[in-house]
Nanobody
């Protein structure tokens, strides 16, 4: 059974930082592209950052220079380091795994990030 478990969300003031973690099990981590998505109330879920199975990263324009995605195959974990947080970053953040060969997708349960003074 594939599981993706996110943690690290919370309440932070504007300008602050958070580090989200996504620990996976039940899949061959190195064969999966990993990504973080977010969904704010009343808005569609959007891709925030992605790291391919080979380590190539990509970010939505609104977080470039502030967020960093990274992965560790030995720990089967992907992280999202979020700096200089803004109120617009407030959302539920979801971890996603996509099979590099199968295309199969798996989602975590989400972790809430709230940026507010």
């Amino acid at each position: 059974q594939v599981q993706l478990v996110e943690s690290g969300g919370g309440l932070v003031q504007p300008g602050g930082s958070l580090r989200l973690s996504c620990v996976t099990s039940g899949l061959i981590f190195s064969n999966n592209h990993m990504s973080w998505h977010r969904q704010a109330p009343g808005k569609q879920r959007e891709l925030v950052a992605r790291v391919t199975s080979s380590g190539t990263t990509d970010y939505v324009d609104s977080v470039k220079g502030r967020f960093t995605i990274s992965r560790d195959s030995a720990k089967k974990t992907v992280w999202l380091q979020m700096n200089s947080l803004k109120p617009d970053d407030t959302a539920a953040y979801y971890c996603n795994a996509e099979g590099a060969y199968s295309g199969r997708k798996y989602w975590g349960q989400g972790t809430q990030v709230t940026v507010s003074s």
